[in-house]
T-cell receptor, first 114, second 114 residues
Framework: DAGVIQSPRHEVTEMGQEVTLRCKPI?????LFWYRQTMMRGLELLIYFNNNVPIDDSGMPEDRFSAKMPNASFSTLKIQPSEPRDSAVYFC????????????FGPGTRLTVT | AQSVTQLDSHVSVSEGTPVLLRCNYS??????LFWYVQHPNKGLQLLLK??????LVKGINGFEAEFKKSETSFHLTKPSAHMSDAAEYFCVVTFTGGGNKLTFGTGTQLKVEL
């Protein structure tokens, strides 16, 4: 099993640029989650999808953030324009049907906005 | 509303001695409780789960936790620490009907010394 795959692993960009983070969930899982982790705020749920449909996006900080899941095997998190305060590690996780608590995390994308 | 409180941000033990990581929860409904572990520069991994079955739950790597409703606690223990246990541990709560939304504690950093 390949596990949850995220790309890129590291991203350094300048303020104002667009950033796209990518995630491939585990095959057969029907829920996908995007989290952000910082020292100050800990681990925050940004958005999650069930069967490719966004269910709860209340954690998305503002309109600069958007997430899509065009099919069961791919999701993106986009930040446009990026700001230094967006610097964090972004995790994608997926979970199997009926076991939404059993989340499998990817290795994360470390984003630095200068 | 639901929340978890991890009582110690840092715990340090000697290799071979017992580990105790404390967690208290608050939930308006019957909770499901979990411990996740995060090794440096890695994603989170499910360590163990309580979902209203046996109150003493065994997880991977010799860890276990006991659900105590009267004390609203779900402390994580291990009889003998190993150097490879050094990581950050998160206590997590959700509840039936809460969808797939997990509420994470702030984490406890476990240090294991020789």
């Amino acid at each position: 099993d390949a596990g949850v795959i995220q790309s890129p692993r590291h991203e350094v960009t300048e303020m104002g640029q667009e950033v796209t983070l990518r995630c491939k969930p585990i095959s057969g899982h029907n829920s996908l989650f995007w989290y952000r982790q910082t020292m100050m705020r800990g681990l925050e749920l940004l958005i999650y999808f069930n069967n490719n449909v966004p269910i709860d996006d209340s954690g998305m900080p503002e309109d600069r953030f958007s997430a899509k899941m065009p099919n069961a095997s791919f999701s993106t998190l986009k930040i446009q324009p990026s700001e230094p305060r967006d610097s964090a590690v972004y995790f994608c996780a997926s979970s199997p049907r009926d076991r939404g608590y059993e989340q499998y995390f990817g290795p994360g994308t470390r984003l630095t906005v200068t | 509303a639901q929340s978890v409180t991890q009582l110690d941000s840092h715990v340090s033990v000697s290799e071979g001695t017992p580990v105790l990581l404390r967690c208290n929860y608050s939930s308006s409904y019957s909770p499901s409780l979990f411990w996740y572990v995060q090794h440096p520069n890695k994603g989170l991994q499910l360590l163990l789960k309580y979902t209203s079955a046996a109150t003493l739950v065994k997880g991977i790597n010799g860890f276990e936790a006991e659900f105590k409703k009267s004390e609203t606690s779900f402390h994580l223990t291990k009889p003998s620490a190993h150097m490879s246990d050094a990581a950050e541990y998160f206590c997590v709560v959700t509840f039936t009907g809460g969808g797939n939304k997990l509420t994470f504690g702030t984490g406890t950093q476990l240090k294991v010394e020789l």
